[in-house]
């Protein structure tokens, strides 16, 4: 039976692929790339000839009956730009078309930046939370971290560099000042890694370049929960949008641990 194979390729470093993984590539009749040009360089490295299509974001939804078709015949190889298929990429999509069909899937282990920039951290690694990339509006990302506020797990996130600063600006509002590993071209010529503090990361990362990853602390300790900027600002779009008291003010005590009488004065005050 055809199988779809979730092939892990290098996160930069083109040296850290597995034999298996090279093996495989060369053996399936195609390779569905999310990043065609990316997985070219990979392909010509090794000399692999396989024939290859593109399948991402913007066509899965023409592309997925295509390569759905392909498995009924032949052997396929799902690959990202770079890592680990299937997280947050189009290609969970084809695994899960593909599992719902009854085509094998097998993962083939390599690379990944979630583990890579978790296990450098220096945070402990025991119990994570993948965020995956946040909203790209401020207001959208606060409240996406405001209800993980109290997770002792800790958090990874990937970030571009046009927008890590407003997110760490966005994670010191809504976290406080926790300690960080900020993760910079990870395998690649210029990787770093910073560990300190958010705002330290702030100082540091003036005129950010590369891909970053964030590591993030979790909650550590009892903490008592504080009214923070984030909340009130929820309060003023609840208000604007003709909530009652009572709802936004149960609503927002369930997500972030405040007592209800301290909510509800903070509502009157905006009255």
């Known amino acids: 039976m055809p199988v779809l194979y979730v092939v892990a390729t290098p996160i930069g470093n083109m040296a850290d692929i597995t034999l298996r993984a090279i093996e495989t590539l060369r053996s399936v009749k195609l390779i569905a790339a999310e990043d065609t040009r990316e997985t070219r360089k990979l392909l010509s490295a090794y ?19 295509y390569l759905l078709d392909v498995l009924k015949e032949s052997d396929v190889a799902l690959v990202s730009d770079a890592g680990t298929p299937g997280i947050s990429d189009p290609g969970h999509d ?9 085509v094998p899937v097998v993962p083939i282990p390599g690379p990944s930046v979630v583990v890579a920039a978790l296990v450098v951290s220096g945070l402990p690694t025991d119990r994570f939370t993948y965020l995956g990339f946040l909203p790209r509006r401020g207001g959208a990302r606060r409240q996406i971290l405001s209800t993980v506020l109290y997770d002792p797990a800790t958090m990874i996130v990937p970030e571009a560099p046009h927008r890590v ?37 702030i100082e ?14 979790g909650q550590t300790g009892a903490r008592t929960p504080q009214m923070t900027g984030d909340i009130e ?13 009572r709802e936004a003010v149960a609503t927002l005590s369930r997500q972030t641990g405040l007592p209800k009488k301290e909510l509800y004065r903070a509502w009157l005050k905006r009255a």
């Open 233 to 245: 600002r929820q309060l003023d779009e609840m208000r604007r949008s003709g909530m009652l008291a």
């Open 47 to 65: 000399k692999i000839r396989t024939p290859m299509t593109s399948y991402h974001e913007n066509n899965k939804r023409t592309k997925l009956g």
């Open 165 to 201: 600063l407003s997110t760490l600006s966005d994670l010191l509002e809504v976290f406080g000042d926790r300690r960080i590993a900020v993760c910079r071209e990870l395998t690649k010529l210029h990787e770093e890694v910073f560990r300190g503090t958010i705002g330290q990361a």
């Open 204 to 217: 540091h990362f003036a005129e950010p370049r590369g891909e970053f990853t964030l590591v993030v602390e």
């Open 94 to 102: 084809l695994i899960v078309a593909a599992s719902q069909r009854g």
